[in-house]
């Protein structure tokens, strides 16, 4: 049964950090879009960021310089560290795998979605 699933959410004061983490089971994470998106109650899910089919990475404005996406080498587990935590950063994350090739953005090419990981930033 392939599965992704996430962990590491919790609660972190503003300034600080947290990992989140979204194993693979089932398959393994091949040459195709991987990535994060988040969604705070009421608002679109919007994308955070993403490794392309190349190993091209990017990142939403908002997180840029603050939050970095990587794999391990065994291309079964792909990270989320965040840093300088903001209140605005407080969402349900879900990680996202199987999307296109090279342009990582459209939610609906993805074929796999972590369970969701709840992230809360206070002061």
């Known amino acids: 049964q392939v599965q992704l699933l996430e962990s590491g959410g919790g609660s972190s004061q503003v300034g600080g950090g947290r990992v989140l983490t979204c194993v693979a089971s089932?398959?393994?994470?091949?040459?195709?879009?991987v990535g994060w998106f988040r969604q705070d109650p009421g608002k679109e899910r919007e994308a955070v960021a993403f490794?392309?089919?190349?190993?091209?990475?990017t990142y939403a404005d908002s997180v840029k310089g603050r939050f970095t996406i990587s794999q391990d080498n065994d291309q079964k587990t792909m990270y989320l560290q965040m840093n300088n935590l903001k209140p605005e950063d407080t969402a349900m994350y879900y990680c996202a795998a199987e999307g296109a090739r090279y342009l990582c953005l459209n939610q609906r090419d993805y074929s796999y979605w972590g369970q969701g990981a709840q992230v809360t930033v206070s002061s």
């Open positions: 089932g398959f393994t994470y091949g040459s195709a879009c």
């Open positions: 490794i392309n089919g190349e190993g091209r990475i």
